[in-house]
T-cell receptor, first 115, second 110 residues
Framework: DAGITQSPRHKVTETGTPVTLRCHQT?????MYWYRQDPGHGLRLIHY???????DKGEVSDGYSVSRSKTEDFLLTLESATSSQTSVYFC??????????????FGQGTRLTVV | SQQGEEDPQALSIQEGENATMNCSYK?????LQWYRQNSGRGLVHLIL?????REKHSGRLRVTLDTSKKSSSLLITASRAADTASYFC??????????FGSGTRLSIRP
């Protein structure tokens, strides 16, 4: 899977607790993305990064923060998890932005349940 | 709202038949991509078509792009059971963002 590892793969957490999901790549790709996938909504972009310490919001960023201190790692944090954040989270990487005609490679996903 | 929207939401066909899925988008694009997702897995890139291209082929896949109508179609010929999956189109809302539609669920009946 193009050298992308998401951890954990499954997590159950309680409402109000902080949660951090990790995406690790071995491809040295510049761009990294976090998506969530919910029935009826497809994939929605949460945050993305275009370089170390360079991040920007996607369409559903409320309640999420990200950090990228190294090229290979992109962390997604739910500061205080809510039931509406129960979802499957996917990390993706690409060499360039889509406007540069590059494809994205996806991780296997993290299934998060907030109870 | 989603930049790309696939149609139909679900499609069931007999093995050997052709499957056609459509994608409509709202703003101008540099390119459009199609991805496949098998159940419980991440997305896998299938094909990319640039805004100055009208048609592209890859094996049993044929993609068309009509920028005047802001639409694209994905044709899978001679479908197989292994083609059962969800298919997504993706567009660039800016140079950095990749935006996906909600997908078409394709089922191939034996």
């Amino acid at each position: 899977d193009a050298g992308i590892t998401q951890s954990p793969r499954h997590k159950v957490t309680e409402t109000g607790t902080p949660v951090t999901l990790r995406c690790h790549q071995t491809e040295n790709h510049r761009y990294m993305y976090w998506y969530r996938q919910d029935p009826g909504h497809g994939l929605r972009l949460i945050h993305y990064s275009y370089g170390v310490k360079d991040t920007d919001k996607g369409e559903v960023s409320d309640g999420y923060s990200v950090s990228r201190s190294k090229t290979e790692d992109f962390l997604l944090t739910l500061e205080s998890a809510t039931s509406s954040q129960t979802s499957v989270y996917f990390c993706a990487i690409s060499t360039g932005g889509l406007g540069m005609n590059t494809e994205a490679f996806f991780g296997q996903g993290t299934r998060l349940t907030v109870v | 709202s989603q930049q790309g929207e696939e149609d139909p939401q679900a499609l069931s066909i007999q093995e050997g038949e052709n499957a056609t899925m459509n994608c409509s988008y709202k703003t101008s694009i540099n390119n459009l991509q199609w991805y496949r997702q098998n159940s419980g897995r991440g997305l896998v890139h299938l094909i990319l078509i640039r805004s100055n291209e009208r048609e592209k082929h890859s094996g049993r896949l044929r993609v068309t792009l009509d920028t005047s109508k802001k639409s694209s179609s994905l044709l899978i010929t001679a479908s197989r059971a292994a083609d059962t999956a969800s298919y997504f189109c993706a567009t660039d809302s800016s140079a950095s963002k990749i935006i996906f539609g909600s997908g078409t669920r394709l089922s191939i009946r034996p």
